[in-house]
């Protein structure tokens, strides 16, 4: 088992860079993979990015490059870099944690989830 926090939301003006962190305690971190999903209200959960055991990583297509995920396995913490953010990008980000060697952007694959870090753009 894993739990999840999450930290570096805020608020932040369009164009502006945020870097999300995701602590994880538990044992075997590095034999999860890990992703970030993110929620508005009104919308359904969507994902992000994600990063696999190997370190390989996967973005949703319409992010455009703007975001990179990576992790610290000797400081159990995931990390998003987000760059050129846009109001459309205003949500509620979530990491989730899957044990397992494959990254995927699809929730229902993850059994671990944090209590979410809020991005307001404007």
Avoid at 49 to 59: E, F, H, Q, S
Avoid at 69 to 97: H, I, W
Wanted: hydrophobic share 35%; glycine share 14%; charged share 20%.
């Amino acid at each position: 088992h894993v739990q999840l926090v999450e930290s570096g939301g805020g608020s932040v003006q369009a164009g502006g860079s945020l870097r999300l962190s995701c602590v994880a305690s538990g044992t075997n971190y590095e034999r999860y993979s890990m992703a970030w999903f993110r929620q508005a209200p009104g919308e359904e959960r969507e994902g992000v990015a994600t990063i696999d055991t190997d370190g390989n990583t996967k973005y949703a297509a319409s992010l455009s490059g703007r975001f990179v995920v990576s992790r610290d396995n000797a400081k159990m913490t995931l990390f998003l870099q987000m760059n050129g953010l846009k109001p459309e990008d205003t949500a509620m980000y979530y990491c989730a944690a899957r044990f397992g060697i494959i990254g995927t952007l699809d929730s229902g694959k993850y059994n671990y989830w944090g209590q979410g870090t809020q991005v307001t753009v404007s």
